[in-house]
């Protein structure tokens, strides 16, 4: 089976804070992924990597940067987190075919105060 | 573009009863169609997808869904729900005319089986 693995899966941050939320795919997929889910709104999606070192924004990047200097590894970073980034964030990975479904991390729930 | 719809955002059902969850969508050309699961506190678990082929798709858990073109749907449905089915509901759809990896998700919906 798959394995996505989130770091943390409750983090408390104060506001200006620089937070790391690291995922950790074990199945050689090239796509990885970082959504963000809040009541109401779905499923928003920060920011995507489709190979080692390649980043594409998503619908929602202000705030947020990405790292993927590893195949297996990619980083959401929260330069300077504030309130409104209270939030659960999920970390996916796909195979590069497009029919591919997604595996999803057991998601990191973050507040910042 | 690609979108998709979830029109309710809850649906209750008693236990023994058969369920559908709605969805529908949009795309420019050809769909892949996902359906996935959230339990409490969890991430999302892949439960069935539509890519090509017969209209009636089987997944885990028992659950199935239908698409159907013309209504541009794809409804998941369970024959007999389970309090355990409680649980978060995600529809996703991907445009395959573009070969986006990126799929669009619903904002859920809520299904709630009672005893």
């Known amino acids: 089976d798959v394995k996505v693995t989130q770091s943390s899966r409750y983090l408390v941050k104060r506001t200006g804070e620089k937070v790391f939320l690291e995922c950790v795919q074990d199945?050689?997929?090239?796509?990885m992924f970082w959504y963000r889910q809040d009541p109401g709104l779905g499923l928003r999606l920060i920011y995507f990597?489709?190979?080692?070192?390649?980043?594409e924004k998503g619908d929602i990047p202000e705030g947020y940067s990405v790292s993927r200097e590893k195949k297996e590894r990619f980083s959401l970073i929260l330069e300077s987190a504030s309130t409104n980034q209270t939030s659960m964030y999920l970390c996916?990975?796909?195979?590069?075919?497009?029919?591919?479904?997604?595996?999803f991390g057991e998601g990191s729930r973050l507040t910042v105060l | 573009a690609q979108s998709v719809a979830q029109p309710e955002d809850q649906v209750n059902v008693a236990e023994g009863n058969p369920l559908t969850v709605k969805c529908t969508y949009s795309?420019?050309?050809?769909?892949?169609l996902f359906w996935y699961v959230q339990y409490p506190n969890r991430g999302l678990q892949f439960l069935l997808k539509?890519?090509?082929?017969?209209?009636l798709v089987k997944g885990s858990y028992g659950f199935e869904a239908e698409f159907n073109k013309s209504q541009t749907s794809f409804h998941l449905k369970k024959p007999s729900a389970l309090v355990s089915d409680s649980a978060l509901y995600f529809c996703?759809?991907?445009?395959?005319?573009?070969?986006?990896?990126?799929?669009?998700f619903g904002r859920g919906t809520s299904l709630i089986v009672h005893p």
């Open positions: 795309v420019s050309g050809n769909p892949y």
């Open positions: 996916a990975s796909s195979l590069s075919s497009t029919s591919g479904e997604l595996f």
């Open positions: 990597s489709y190979d080692v070192k390649m980043k």
């Open positions: 539509y890519i090509t082929g017969d209209n």
């Open positions: 199945m050689d997929h090239e796509n």
């Open positions: 996703a759809v991907r445009d395959i005319t573009g070969g986006s990896y990126i799929p669009t």
